[in-house]
């Protein structure tokens, strides 16, 4: 049996797992990034995770044959180098180089989003088909592009970035500068924005009820309120659902991948959710008389898609 050890760099937490080579995740460790620390800083508790995590698998560290790291930001692959990753401090941070010196095993770096792609394309509702984007809904939105069995991220690392698509020219400014980006429309942070303005416009609603004051409000509070027959919050959601369809319509003209999976926080709503864009984006797309399309699923491992992605890195495409 072969096993790998995946990291997931966040912003928050860093989490190490051991994974085996049918994608079973044996044990993890975690600790605080601390963040923004010098990437030498953040490595050698990166390296301290690692060991944890293989102590209670309880392995020993020759029987890892490599490490997997995804982190946020911009990725140099090649060189196993963050290019920028804003919320870690890291500019040029050679995290490959790093974590090989501390540990002695070979370092895959990717991007995180990628990384959680390639974990549900190789585990999750990916899992036999050829092709795969995902979609992550969290603070912003994160994007995974699989094709053939390799992860594809533009030829200098900055593509598959799915959330600054814009789906409303003239639209909510986003975090990148454009106007109408489905970032800002449909990451928690869009939800919870629209939810505001609804409450604004409608002092009887229960979102009131739910959200308390517009402090309060989060990714769930329109979804609780619309439980209860609340129209603002309904029509909330059917924005929100529009917005959604309208990306993955776009995505499926553009690549058709066999699966697009939704992941992150909200996608915890599930069919819910899903049930309403499927429906609405392939009522749309272009190949609408395919007798088969894209299936667009809810995301099935959650936060273990980065750890698995992650730790299969150092086999990516094989
Ligand atoms: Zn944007």
């Not at 020993?60 to 919320?87: F, M, T, Y």
């Not at 790093?98 to 190789?122: H, I, R, S």
């Amino acid at each position: 049996m072969a096993y790998y050890v995946g990291i997931d760099l966040g912003g928050t937490n860093i989490v190490a797992g051991v994974v085996d080579e049918h994608c079973r995740i044996l044990a993890k460790a975690e600790t605080k990034t601390r963040a923004p620390r010098p990437a030498e800083e953040i490595c050698a508790d990166m390296a301290a995770v690692y060991r944890q995590a293989v102590a209670a698998a309880g392995l020993a560290e020759g029987a890892i044959d490599w490490i997997g790291v995804g982190s946020p930001g911009v990725i140099d692959k090649a060189a196993g180098q963050v290019e920028l990753a804003a919320n870690l401090g890291f500019q040029g941070a050679p995290v490959r180089q790093l974590l090989q010196a501390l540990t002695g095993k070979p370092v895959y770096v990717d991007n995180d989003a990628n990384a959680a792609a390639y974990g549900e394309f190789l585990a999750g509702v990916g899992r036999g088909a050829d092709s795969l984007v995902m979609i992550t809904i969290g603070t912003g939105i994160g994007g995974g592009i699989i094709l053939g069995g390799k992860i594809w991220s533009g030829f200098r690392y900055g593509g598959a970035e799915l959330g600054h698509m814009v789906i409303r020219t003239g639209g909510r400014r986003c975090t990148c500068g454009r106007e109408g980006c489905m970032e800002a429309y449909c990451s928690a942070t869009g939800l919870i924005q629209t939810t505001r303005e609804a409450m604004e416009g409608a002092p009887d609603s229960l979102l009131w009820q739910f959200g308390g004051d517009l402090d309060g409000v989060s990714g769930r509070t329109a979804f609780q309120a619309a439980d209860r027959g609340d129209a603002a919050a309904q029509a909330v959601l059917e924005r929100y659902i529009d917005d959604f369809a309208c990306g993955v319509a776009n995505v499926i003209n553009l690549l058709q991948p066999e699966v697009i999976a939704i992941g992150g926080g909200i996608s915890r709503e599930g069919e819910r959710l899903v049930g309403p864009i499927r429906e609405r984006a392939l009522r749309v797309v272009m190949s609408r008389h395919s007798p088969q399309n894209t299936r667009i699923l809810p995301a099935a491992l959650g936060n273990d898609a980065g750890i698995i992605g992650a730790a299969f890195l150092g086999r990516e495409g094989q």
